[in-house]
């Protein structure tokens, strides 16, 4: 098995993952578990960047964008959780 | 090396997988949060990791490593914002008495 | 207690001390990130790093908790311990992550959650970030809510709420953060069950 093979196996993994997270993200009952959802898709996507990078051989590109997605992701669930804080019961 | 590296991509898949899991799995809120707070973060730290010794030294790997650690420091904040945020909002933490 | 001219003075040299250190941080940053070494990038950068350095000083200045009229800085932090802690936290890190892999795994999934509250007065605020971090990446333990030294811990098995808040004394990990910051072993440790 060439290392190409494992990452392509990885890739796949994670791409089900994230679909699987979406599950979570329809379902849940509260708009925090929703975004508990969309926090676990967002740091999945950085792992399927990284390592789509090493698969198509041009990983310098990819790490940045990875890193511009990581710090914009956690930025913006600062933000909307900050928003949300005692909205309610979080039902919805 | 790349034995090395093998491992430790395996082993931070097999925690995002437990992690998804968890997440999917678990009663309510709170606990998910323990699936997702402590799993996903080994998990995506340790495959970083393997990423960054299997590409060797040079300047991208230093950003691997610079991403792995950004998301060890940020990922505790991002479950400890949304466990607030939950908390105060009135959301009820699940136990066995109550089976709600 | 000094006279309040050496403490002001003291202030100052951290403050200073922090703004280099500071850009030199940022000045490493710019460096990795854009990966070109000709004259124009690396005066474009430092002097980006200097403004953002000068501009976020107000910002790094975090009153303390329980002493009035003084200042922590954020980047003050005693670097040589951490080196200690570092790894011990690692350690505990994996530790949970076996924990969590067991609670999710198993069919009958034995868990038993509660909130539990403590109490742990510290005067630097930098230390009740670390410790509610370090909470929220060991075993069995989430941090829910902390205000004014208070915690709202949220625990996945009794025995993981054991763990951090024993029936008596207090419990590992705040003592080695408290040891970590030099704070005092005050009133503090005083558990109680929700």
Known sequence: MTIDNLFIAVLTGLTILTMLMMIRVFKGPTVYDRLNGLAVIGTNVILILTVSGFISGRVEMYVDIAITYAILGFIGLVVIAKYLEGEGNGKG | ?100 | MKSNGDQKIKEKGAELLQFILLTMILFGFWLIMSGMWQVKFLVVGFAASLVIAWVTRPLLRIPSQTVPNKNYLAFNLPYLKLLAYVPWLLWEIIKANIDVVKLVLDPKMPISPAIITFEKSMSNPIAHVFLANSITLTPGTVTVDLKDGIYHVHAITEQAARSLVPAEGEGDMSKRVADLFNEKPANSGKGSAV
Do not use: C
């Open chain 2, 1 to 100: 090396m790349k034995i090395l590296a093998v491992f430790l991509i395996l082993a931070g898949f097999f925690f995002t997988v437990v992690a998804a899991i968890g997440v999917l799995r678990l009663p309510d809120f709170y606990t998910r949060l323990h699936a997702s707070g402590k799993a996903d973060t080994l998990g995506i730290a340790l495959t970083l990791v393997g990423l960054g010794i299997y590409n060797g030294f040079s300047l991208v790997s230093v950003k691997i490593i610079i991403i792995a650690v950004l998301i060890m420091l940020a990922n505790p904040i991002g479950t400890h914002v949304l466990a607030r945020a939950a908390y105060r909002s009135g959301v009820k933490p699940w136990t066995h008495k109550g089976e709600s």
